[in-house]
């Protein structure tokens, strides 16, 4: 075993988050910004990269994994917890929003596990957080997060975080699935990814569904996420209001002002 072995309890329904109870002298590296709260005795360091060592040791090495979630849009810095008492301690994450958290063991996914950019939330230490290029270009262009999604690898435990609920599909080899480019969290590495064209002119304009769709071929398993955040965050910015004032605070209200243009 490569990872530190961690022990876990997920809390919560729409809005979870992660409890992670370390042994003496284990730990856990979590993405930034996911921090809950932690037991006294365990120390937090902010590091370059993912700490696994992946891309060499020194500065380069460092530079080099920092430099890898750069491109997929993520913070240079992580933050490690360790637990330098005596006896177990916890540290807990919090998903950024509405959904799910899904822990993976690396080492039942032929150790590498492929995920869209966002969706990590924390790790045992040595699980390596770096880049998935897609080779075709097809992909990368209307693939929704382009070309560019995050791969764990190792043999320890990751927590991934998606929204609204979550389905895991084990694919048998050469069945397809087609699912909204948005919705894929997460698969493993025989998967074959690749972007699919909706056929119909009315289809494709009027059908609200978008011009491309993700065709997912096994064998492997894939898990898919029921609401997006970029989804959800549309639908809020819809939403919102476009002008502040007590006339916004009901629909009522609202068309009143409306009609006679009051401000």
């Known amino acids: 075993m490569m990872n530190h072995e961690i022990d876990y309890r997920i809390y919560g329904d729409d ?13 856990v590296v979590g993405e930034a910004g996911s921090f809950m709260m932690m037991e006294d005795d365990i120390h937090l360091e902010t590091i370059f990269g993912d700490g696994s060592g992946a891309g060499g040791s020194g500065l380069m ?3 080099f994994s920092a430099g890898r979630r750069v491109l997929t849009g993520e913070s240079l810095f992580m933050t490690t917890f ?5 006896g177990k301690k916890r540290v807990s994450f919090a998903a950024p929003y509405p959904g799910k958290i899904i822990p993976i063991n690396l080492s039942e996914y032929n150790g590498k596990v492929i995920c869209q950019k966002d969706s ?3 790790a045992a230490k040595g ?6 290029f897609q080779r075709k270009i097809g992909v990368g262009f209307f ?3 382009g070309f560019i999604m995050q791969k764990l690898e190792g043999d320890g435990l990751c927590f991934v975080h998606a929204g609204g609920t979550i389905i895991k599909k084990e694919l048998l080899p050469g069945q397809k699935l087609r699912v909204d480019t948005g919705c894929l969290v997460a698969m493993t590495r025989d998967v074959q990814y690749d972007i699919e064209y909706v ?3 009315k289809t494709a304009l009027f059908g609200g569904e978008g011009l491309f769709f993700a065709t997912l071929s096994g064998p492997g398993s894939v898990w898919i996420q029921s609401l997006p955040f970029s989804r959800l965050a549309s639908r809020v910015f819809a939403a919102a209001p476009s002008r502040g004032g007590a006339k916004d605070e009901g629909s009522i209200a609202k068309g009143i002002f409306d009609v006679f243009g009051g401000d």
């Open 143 to 145: 693939g929704g997060d």
């Open 199 to 201: 056929k119909g002119v």
């Open 127 to 132: 699980v390596s957080i770096g880049i998935e």
């Open 82 to 86: 360790t637990n330098t008492g005596i």
């Open 120 to 122: 990590f939330l924390a």
């Open 61 to 63: 090495g460092k530079l």
């Open 15 to 27: 809005m979870q988050f992660v409890e992670v109870e370390l042994d003496p002298n284990e730990t």
